[in-house]
């Protein structure tokens, strides 16, 4: 009997850390696409800000930077399941907690949940995209300005695209004050890194988190004034979001600076698929 339970209970670890090991994998490839679409749209930002806007600079222009590459095809069919991957972990994270002390929090599992569904669309985005049908290649201005006007239409559309703005600008707030505070080292190996390697992933992660939380921020505040004005093409996607901080006073400048930030952020992703708890 006392055999029976023993090797049960051996099964039953040994299962464990097997789905450990498979959500693990799966979360540093998710975040290593993750890296690679932010890493792109920086530079497709970049390129913006210096007069060179060919493709949009957005997740469907990072798309088709890809894709103009020798085996774009294989690399986009990577990213795609990279982003499965993202999705399964946010699963993961929503049946069984997150690494932390308050992992298994009701909210904790409740955004875990909101993430998975945010990356199992844009996961299908990237494969269809991949697959060859187009889907993927939509832009995120027409996207956004199409959402809008659809959910302007439906009783109570003004409160609700202003409530959703609303959310994006908190949300934007949340990053970048979590990324001032580094508040991401509460769930990296700090001790597998040297004291150089912590000060570069510092840079990119408060950098890159910044620049993150001043983009959500932006494209929220657009999608609060085309609530108030009812008209949907004032909401913005990313690609125009961007495009708008060359638009201010600081003129090209301060889209590039933005654009920079972007950029550490896919090297700061690259970082947590390396280091980050899991």
Known sequence: METSVTARSGRMKARRAANGSVTEGAARAGLTARGVIYLLVGVLALRVAFGDGEHQADRSGALATIADEPFGSVLLWALG???????????????????GADGRKVGKRLLAVVRCVFYVTVAW????????????????????????????????GQWLVGAAGAGVVIAGVVIAVQAVRRSYRDKMKLGQMSPRVRRLVDVTGVGGGTARGLVFMAAGGFAIRAAVDARPERAKGLDDTLRAFAGTP??????????????????????LARWRRV
């Open 81 to 99: 399941i990279g982003l499965v991957g993202m999705a399964v972990w946010r699963l993961s994270e929503a049946a069984f907690g997150s690494a």
């Open 125 to 156: 985005s990237v494969l269809a995209f991949a697959a060859g049908s187009g889907k993927g290649g939509r832009s995120s201005d027409k996207q956004s300005r199409d959402l809008t006007a659809r959910v302007l239409d439906v009783p109570a």
């Open 250 to 271: 600081a003129g090209p400048w301060l889209l590039a600076l933005v654009a920079a930030g972007l950029v550490l952020f896919g090297l700061f992703s690259f970082a």
